[in-house]
């Protein structure tokens, strides 16, 4: 063999080499591919290539969470926040609600790690085919990183593969960080399903007033199917698209063996079954008294320079309230562990109230029962006639007009305006301009033309009331009730509005008489009674009739029909300063002036402050100041803050008990009589009516030994009111929304009510059967009427 032959044996063919050369190139590109993958990974997850959320981050994403307040029997009574959402537990789910999502959008959920390869495999299969029915390649857990971390705004594809790469890596970290099922509630919890219905407990609520854990397979299916696109399967404007939608989603069930076939074809017949409640702070349930809450915890510390100067009393009493009241400016006093202040929009806090969910309901119905069918339409009807209805014909045009003026200048609207710079001429002319809007009526709202001033003139028309109700051995609120509609009245009579109070003082200047040695059986003087004023002038008081005048009558008569020579008799003894010390260890904060008329009800004092002063009788001279919250616990469930009865003795129990039975007086044989012939109200109580000067307001207040209630009622102008005695006085006005609302309590056994007695003190031995009626012959007349002193 010639060495040309041996080189030719040598040689290999040059296919062979060829395969080499490519198998190495195979290799070395699908390294790369790998390594770039790796570090690409590596650098996404580090963030090179964009915001990547750290490991606390992701442990304790930040999630807007809306403050929920429970009633004391644990009922949701509202909430506060940004975003609608409040977190539910997985145990609470509905296994329906959980089997849909998964047999919808990741049937692989339990089988893979945050990225379902089979289903990127089916997602390309479709790109390279262009099947668009493929489905989507996003885990639960993918969706999941998309709300947490929500994607940003890009200009080129690049980008937006660098953002996918990063859903995935934070798929995956997730699925480190937490268990299958803490991944699948916190979907439900984040996602927003339209309608002020974030999460799945809201939403629940919204569209089935239902809660999550009792939600029926086709409600689960139909949430679920709004999962796709909330916007476009939206049940209140394409509810046919939505039950599509939603039998899909059953349809899907089958697939996956969570429902049989036999109940996709019942359920799949049944409608949406809407109960669909909106969401609204101005609707539902106790709406004066969760703004009150809200205005209250996030109050700031009051700043003399805030307050205009004629309102010096108002800073006195928020300074009060700052320094005496914890759960005032709460949110402002108190930080969180990073040392944030507290917010009550977004950080899931639970507020437990002394609020009883059923007392709220009768209270809020007895002054819709009056107002709106029975007191409204009398003072309709009386001023039918008036030349400048709803005001009283004591006012003449220009008055008129003045006050409609004012009330125009107070108004946001007005206020808005002007900052723009108009002119108040102009202004004036928009508030005469016809313009579509939406009126109250007590049938409901009503759609209609009127001009904003003719609106203004329209709802001073409207009576108001305000109603709170207190455990007066707790100071525990258990209904509030600040006006008849808080959507349209929304100003609080409860704790803000401030009306003469009549009468109902009356109880604050006896209760110096029972403490200093007099009964309610001693007799005095019904005779006018002429005090020395100060500055040269006397003022002397008078009767609304004359019955018994000139007569010696009990202190408990004189009450009992509240007489103003009798309140004047005993003011002599005792001046008026001693009537103001009394009121203000009583828990009254607003000004008394120390003026012979003191009785006489001048002093505008609000709903709040005289419940929780009557409170005092019933709880044998000890006065507790109202309580609204019992208290509070963070998203996690910990306390804290809790109430501390803030509480102080006034009088001894003997004073107390004295002033109960001059109060039962009242509502045995005085100007609260209708309590027991008319509303059947017969067990041992007491109570006290007010009325002021014009009938402009309607007082009462009213005492059971385990219950304190009171009610005004009146219009927003005092130059709106009843022209007599008949319709305008408390016992009219005030005192059957407090008679409607105490029938329905006692009615409800659930709510455990005593009537027994008022308890008498150890030791007691004053005789109080003074006998009234059958001793005064001439008393029948007045009773009959139930009419009052007045001013």
């Known amino acids: 063999m010639t060495e040309s032959d041996l080189n030719k044996t040598d040689k290999k063919p040059k296919g062979s080499k060829n395969f080499k050369k490519y198998i190495i190139t195979f290799w070395a590109l699908f390294s790369s591919v790998v390594l770039a993958v790796f570090f690409l990974f590596m650098g996404v997850s580090n963030g090179n290539f964009g915001f990547m959320p750290s490991f606390e981050e992701l442990e304790n994403p930040k999630n807007s969470l809306a403050t929920e307040i429970y009633s004391a029997d644990k009922v949701l009574l509202g909430k506060f926040y940004f975003q609608n959402r409040s977190f539910v537990k997985y145990e609470d789910l509905s296994p329906d609600m959980v089997h849909a999502l998964v047999a919808t959008e990741d049937a692989r959920f339990y089988d893979h790690s945050g990225i379902d390869l089979i289903g990127l495999a089916r997602v390309a299969k479709g790109l390279v085919t262009a099947n668009k029915n493929a489905g989507g390649g996003s885990t639960l857990s993918q969706q999941l990183a998309k709300m947490l971390f929500p994607r940003e705004q890009f200009s080129n594809k690049l980008d937006i593969v660098f953002r996918k790469f990063r859903e995935w890596v934070i798929s995956v970290k997730l699925e480190r960080s937490y268990t299958k099922d803490e991944i699948l509630t916190m979907y439900l919890n984040k996602y927003d399903f339209l309608n002020l219905a974030v999460g799945v407990k809201s939403a629940a609520h919204v569209y089935f007033n239902t809660t999550p854990d009792s939600l029926k397979i086709e409600q689960s299916a139909m949430l679920v199917g709004m999962a796709k696109n909330s916007s476009y399967y939206n049940p209140l404007r394409r509810p046919e698209l939505t039950l599509d939608r939603r039998n899909v989603v059953l349809n899907q069930m089958v697939k996956y063996n969570y429902l049989s076939q036999q109940q996709y074809d019942s359920l799949k017949l049944l409608p949406l079954g809407l109960d ?241 040695g007099l009964t309610p059986c001693d007799k005095v003087p019904n005779i006018p009674q002429t005090f020395d004023v100060g500055d040269g002038t006397t003022w002397t008081s008078r009767n609304s009739t004359s019955k018994r005048e000139g007569e010696m009558v009990t202190l408990k008569w004189g009450l009992a029909n509240s007489v103003n020579n009798i309140s004047g008799w005993v003011l002599k003894q005792f001046k008026p300063q001693t009537v103001v010390n009394m009121a203000k260890k009583m828990g009254i904060i607003s000004r008394i002036d120390p003026v012979p008329s003191v009785f006489l009800g001048t002093s505008e004092i609000t709903v709040r402050e005289m419940v929780g002063a009557y409170g005092t009788f019933a709880n044998k001279g000890v006065y507790i100041k109202p309580r609204f919250i019992t208290k509070i616990e963070d998203s996690r469930g910990n306390e804290v803050a809790h109430s501390i009865p803030q ?45 002021t000067q014009n009938h402009s307001d309607g007082w009462f207040m009213g005492i059971t030994p385990n219950l304190v209630s009171g009610v005004w009622v009146g219009a927003e102008d005092r130059a709106i009111h009843f022209e007599g005695i008949s319709l305008g006085q408390g016992a009219n006005m005030a005192l059957p929304i407090w008679g409607l609302y105490m029938q329905k309590v006692y009615a409800d056994e659930s709510l455990n009510i005593s009537r027994g007695d008022f308890e008498k003190p150890e030791g007691f031995n004053i005789d109080l059967d003074c006998d009234t009626q059958s001793s005064n012959p001439g008393n029948k007349g007045l009773i009959q009427n139930e009419e009052e002193d007045f001013f």
């Open 647 to 691: 509480k102080h003795e006034v009088m001894s129990a003997k004073t107390a008990y004295l002033m109960t039975n001059l109060l039962e007086g009242v509502v045995q044989q005085g100007t609260a009589r209708r309590l027991g012939w008319k509303y059947d109200l017969r067990n041992p109580m007491g109570g006290k009516t007010g009325t």
């Open 276 to 516: 669909y409640q909106k969401v609204d702070h101005r609707r539902g349930s106790a709406t004066y008294f969760r703004e009150y809450l809200r205005t209250s915890l996030t109050a700031k510390k009051p700043e003399r320079e805030n307050y205009p100067s004629w309102n010096l009393q108002r800073f006195i009493e928020d300074s009060l309230e700052w320094k005496n009241n914890p759960f005032y400016g709460w949110c402002n006093k108190n930080t969180k562990a990073d040392g944030q202040p507290y917010n009550i929009y977004k950080d899931g806090l639970k507020i437990y109230t002394t609020i009883d969910s059923r007392m709220q309901k009768y209270a809020e119905q007895a002054v819709k029962e009056h107002l709106g069918l029975d007191l409204q339409a009398a003072f309709d009807n009386e001023k039918r006639f008036h030349k400048n209805p709803p005001f009283s014909d004591d006012l003449n045009d220009e008055e008129v007009e003045g006050n409609l003026i004012s009330s125009m200048k107070r108004s946001e609207r007005y206020r808005v305006l002007k900052n723009q710079g108009i002119s108040t001429d102009s202004i004036k002319s928009i508030f005469e301009t016809p313009t579509e809007m939406r009126i109250f009526t007590w049938k409901g709202e009503r759609d209609t033309i009127l001009s904003p001033m003719d609106s203004m003139l329209y709802y001073k028309g409207f009576l108001r009331a305000g109603f709170m109700s207190m455990v007066p051995q707790t100071g525990e609120v258990r209904a509030y009730v600040g006006g008849p509609n808080y959507k349209h009245f929304m100003y609080d009579m409860v704790t803000l509005g401030k009306r003469q109070v009549g009468s109902i003082i009356k109880p604050f200047l006896y209760t110096v008489a029972m403490q200093e």
